[in-house]
């Protein structure tokens, strides 16, 4: 182990647990943000059988030739095997029931899975706004597994979200089914800066694994509601070297998720 | 027979004879999807379901030809969804009209929709939606709530909760294989295909397993140089057959033109149980193999078929290697 | 006028009457057989800004190298400004409200323009049966006008078809419009070698002219059912030079259509 | 405003200024669809609209990015539909967030879907489909029925006919007029396009009147070497404007990368709504037109936005000149 080596981010635990989750040769829902570094991530280790899908009509073939900035960049255009209509992905491959997992990012997560993305507030005077759903909603009602991929913010974990924008198990596994969404689908894990979150019984988050720097402790401080932690909780395995040298030097050696290059934080940009 | 979909990775590669992925993919009792809007048909791979002697298959083709009667004069299919069946000469298609007239070589169950109804059904299929509303088929013999044809249909009827105005319903339809002739596949089975195209897209993806048939296995890099013509992609597909001039008597862009003189000496050839035998005698049983059937046909009439080439353009979707291509501070 | 011309055929005029009816730069939905050669001769003459669309998802931007046997014979290939999917054509043109008319040709129809290819006799054991729908029914269902071209036969034209493959107005205007089929759609005018018939009021067929060379008496005793005729019925005007012209000339120089050269009736075919 | 249908035979020549073409076509109050998903987003077309102080326009995107975000805050859209609006930098849409939560500088409608539920009703539009029935939608926010989120849309929800399940019922959504820059088209209006496609296939046919921008005007017989790309044929278009860099910030397939310091530039100049003023004089009413804004970037900008070649082999669809290739008794 060279003793160079930087310390291993919260973001780094949180991008290799993430990826830890993905099976070989499993077909992937990916979204924009943590979920294209994450699913590169297991191409390049263990998992090189994936196939990665974008909502937007892209089925990949290859690693790109630089890590895209979000599922839309014409950067997926060179590392495609197939390009169409997001019928084609969200529709034949999401709907049609031929994905194995999903992957998100999102704003905030209640303790039954369900994400908000579209505001704080009243949907119809909001005090604070966010984007939307995009194809979030999709994943969400549709994929087998959703896996939801966060950095650990109290604000980002209420009791309950104030809009669904992503259902998960709504008010308990019960409720999805009443919704007239499939059986067999929902949220599977939540993966955090600090945890990693399995749901349970009816649908409930429960605490699997903690990131080592942090505690079960810090963990439920970090949420606004009462967090089950699983009778066999641990501590979560540390990147090891080759994850961490995969990642930093051939998933994102510009840093540009990892270090946040590409939001151009705190420079100066003038056209 | 059944293979698990984790089997369909994008890296296996797929390529087999055909009479091995036949033998592997199609089972007796299966329901088969078809592939092909008149260009593209995969006859190679029919004369080797009728070879293996395949039985009560459900076939659904929207556009069938003299492929889906020989399979039906050979009796290997017990349930046929389609919109038409004939020969386009036009003429009679024998053997279909025997089987629904006097049930020979044996009773075939028919389930009729329209082109843009079928259309329909794949496309729900391909993505397990519940159904889709239509304003076609309304009032005609497919229309059996109004019409009290006879017909046999998964349609229902009902009023537009949004207009109020009466729609058809039409539903999801499945199949177990798809089979389809394309132009060039990579071994793993991202298949890409160009013409007129007609259900394939849909039809191809309402199928759980697929059997890729090619005039031209291509790298990869072919495939990813123009990802816009992948019709599938390769985790979808169970078996990948490298198969030339595997759709004749039907024509394939850009490689053959249809042999038009076969359907009449196909109309002339099965005008009788007997007839019909001894054509299969002569194409199908008495061979073993596609190479067998284009020794049949001869070179010459091969050459014959072939078209000037009518080329696209190169065009390019541009790589990008730099993070950021322009000066920022 | 050249005295060596061969007279002109029935075929012909009801070819040559057809393509009248095709109005400059409308859109239409041309079906197999005789629709494609009168398409391509009003495009040849009166109606170059006419958009062809075929069933399996091509819109012709030009005449073909040589005439099409059928809608999806592969000269179209060549021949078209837009290849794709059948919905590009039967979805998007035709139900979506951008067809002026269909073109189709026939076995059988009936006082109401209802067609029949699907079956002589009982649907579930039928005495003949025919090759059935393809598109034809949503040409029938959706078309703004739909224009009907056979031979002129009597077992052609019954009081009513044993099946209704393609809807004309059923037992009636009203009928159809009950059935949901939108309202202005339906049968706009059947031509066959003997005759041009239109529909009025209850949308039953009425003779509207008749080929020169034929009389009302001959068209009506040519059907199983008491045949209206228009008040102002009148002889066809015989193709003119240039339509002849064009159509064996230009159109059908090999006489795929015109002389039935592509069904090698009375040749012997061997391979 | 209003041209008639006929107008648009496949064979005029329709290429025109931008400023024609929005001057001839968007008309105050109008349903516009703007084509594009993120790749190919109509830049100049969009620009032009705003200069021209279009009103009350209900604007239907897909996936909204800061040309949305722009139009909204010149106070030109008053209904917006989409599945998200943002910077994907990513960061806030500044202008999307004050018209939802100030009103400011007006109050903006907003109807929002899923990407799938809203390809269902652009499907549902360009078909004139009654509806579509999905999984997609149900017991979210959108589900209205369900969780009383105070949505607004256009779904309906009820049991299957067919198995009793709850389903949600997409209707079609239709437009007056869809814009998009896609990479070549012909004066007529056979336009092509390639790379990520999204919705516009369908979204572009849900319009009755469609202006194409295009990098390159081809002839037509690029056109027809290459028919399967082509994205709407001549008949549908009304206007073709020639408008090289039309879509930049956002990219295009083989012409140009996105322009990515962009967003995090537009980011910071319009955190206020005086300072998005400033940034809309500089980059909008305060010149003409799009070569007013290619020399505002400089060239050496947008050359370091080119994408290496990255080109697809030519295919050949085949051209058939005889009548019979085959010989024949």
Redesign the interface.
Known sequence: MPETREPVTLIEQMIVSAARLIE??S?LMVG??WPIIVSLLAKCLHA????IC??????L??IP??IP??T????????????????DT???V?????ADMALLSAASVDRYGNIN???IG?????????????????F???APKTVIILEHDKRRFPEKVD?????GY?KGKD??M?????PNTGPHAVVTTLGLFHFYEQGEMVLRAYNPVSSVREVREGVQFDLKVHKDVRPLDPPSEKELHVLREQVDP?G?YLKE????KG????? | MQEGK?AN????NKLMSMSEAIDRYVADGDVLYLGGFIQQEPFAAAHEIIRQGKRDLTVSKCAALILVDQMIGAGVISHLITTFTWNPLPATAHCFVRALTKHAPRKVEIEEYSILALNLAYFAG????PYVATKTMLGSGFDWEQSNSGVKNRLKFEESPFTGERVCLVPPIKHDVGIMQVQRSDPYG?AQAWGMLGEVRYGL?SCEKLIICAEEIVD?DI??RD??R?L?????VSAVVKEPWGSHPAPMAGYYDMDWPYNAYYEKETRTEELFREFMKKWVYGIRDRKDYLKLLGQDRLEALRPERFESDPVS???????FGVP??
């Open positions: 070989d040769k077909v924009t943000q090189p059988g994936i196939t974008y909502e937007g009509g892209a089925v073939d290859k030739d630089r900035f979000f839309g960049d014409p950067v997926v255009n060179s590392s495609s095997a197939l390009l169409g209509d997001s019928f969200l529709g034949m999401l709907h049609g029931g031929r993305t579209t505001c009243d949907y119809a005077s909001p005090k604070m706004r966010f984007g939307g759903s995009g194809g979030a909603c999709d969400g009602s549709l809009f669904i924008t992503t259902p709504l409720d999805r009443t919704s007239g969404l499939r510009k540009m290059e590409r939001l151009f420079k100066e940009v003038v056209i | 984790k990775m994008s890296k296996d391909a993505l397990d939606l991202n993806q990869t495939v990813i990802p816009n992948t599938v992609p390769a985790f979808r979707y541009g790589r990008l290697t730099t993070h920022h501070a």
